[in-house]
């Protein structure tokens, strides 16, 4: 077994790029609109339904990581490295789904489903900086931010020092050779 389920390496490049939009444009763009903005209602409402589908590709993509055959772990040439790019892909699930639920945790203490879906006339709070969920959200992006570096640097490490094509186990292609 030499790469990855084709449909976990669908899921994997998939939320890669949906969770860099939703830090890089998504967050920053929500934090440059005030909650007195009409706009804002409808940028939040994506952002959330964004979110979500995230938070359930994720569910898809731990459910097929369990119930597929995957190609040995990789080595880095160190047992600290390895040990270190384990924590740093299990920290990759666990930072997306915290942002997942701080968002949800934001949504629900805000009433931002009732108020974002039309349900509800309430208006956006004036601040959303003082709610709990939302400094967790914060902090858990910057989090995220830096183990997505961190984890590009390993690639890069691969790719170009190690020159082993780590990167072919996570394209698409023939599973066995």
Known sequence: MKRYHPLLVSIHWIVALMVLLALLVGGPALAELENSDPDKIFALAGHMIWGIVIGTLMIIRLIT???TQTPPEADAGHAMLNFGAKLAHWGLYLLIFGMVGSGLGLALSADLFAISFGS??????????????????????????LLVALHLLGWAYHQF?????LFRRMWFGKRAE
């Open 65 to 67: 990581r369990f119930s």
């Open 120 to 145: 509800s006339a309430a208006t956006l709070p004036l601040d959303f900086k003082d709610l709990t969920a939302r400094q967790a959200h914060g902090l858990i992006a910057n989090l995220l931010l």
């Open 161 to 165: 020092i190690r020159k082993d094509h």
